[in-house]
């Protein structure tokens, strides 16, 4: 699994059905938002999935465009959390 996630997250990404290479894509190239008690929430918004779009080879590309919807969360270094958005973050 991730090097750095807790076991809650890990936990998470196994029930939420979320493939461990969208994680490490949103962990490496997602957009930080900083969240309440000192956690940054990690999505892909319109500027990142295009940068991937050109980074990515086509195939992993397609792939993850089902799991755009994917964020997680950050704090001091390790992924706490991850999920599927259903509403808009706050900013």
């Not at 991937?52 to 086509?58: D, E, G, I, Q």
């Given at each position: 699994m991730l090097?750095?996630?807790t076991k809650h997250a890990e936990a998470r990404i196994r029930q939420r059905g979320i493939p461990e290479f969208v994680v490490n894509n949103l962990v490496e190239y997602g957009k930080a938002w900083?969240?309440?008690a000192g956690a940054d929430i990690l999505t892909f918004p319109k500027a990142v999935r295009q940068k991937?779009?050109?980074?990515?080879?086509?195939r992993e590309y397609v792939a993850m465009?089902?799991?755009f919807d994917v964020y997680?969360?950050?704090q001091e270094g390790y992924l706490v959390t991850v999920g599927h958005r259903y509403r808009k973050i706050p900013h």
């Open positions: 090097m750095d996630a900083h969240g309440n991937l779009k050109k980074v990515l080879p086509h465009e089902a799991h997680a969360v950050m």
